[in-house]
């Protein structure tokens, strides 16, 4: 599974939206957060995230 706009993860205890993500060289994606924050990630990177379903 692969982190997608809207989904919100939590990173020291504070829920972080996702509002872009950059494709970088090697595999690595730039997370841009609603904070203004960002967040790298590479391949070896793990997150334990939890996706709501959106009720349309």
């Given at each position: 599974m692969s982190v997608q706009r809207?989904?919100?993860?939590?990173?020291?205890g504070q829920?972080?939206?996702v509002v872009n993500l950059t494709q970088l060289a090697g595999g690595v994606k730039r997370l841009h957060f609603e904070s203004g924050e960002?967040?790298?990630m590479h391949a070896r990177t793990r997150l334990v995230a939890l996706r709501m379903r959106r009720q349309w």
């Open positions: 809207g989904d919100v993860i939590q990173i020291g829920p972080c939206c960002l967040l790298t």
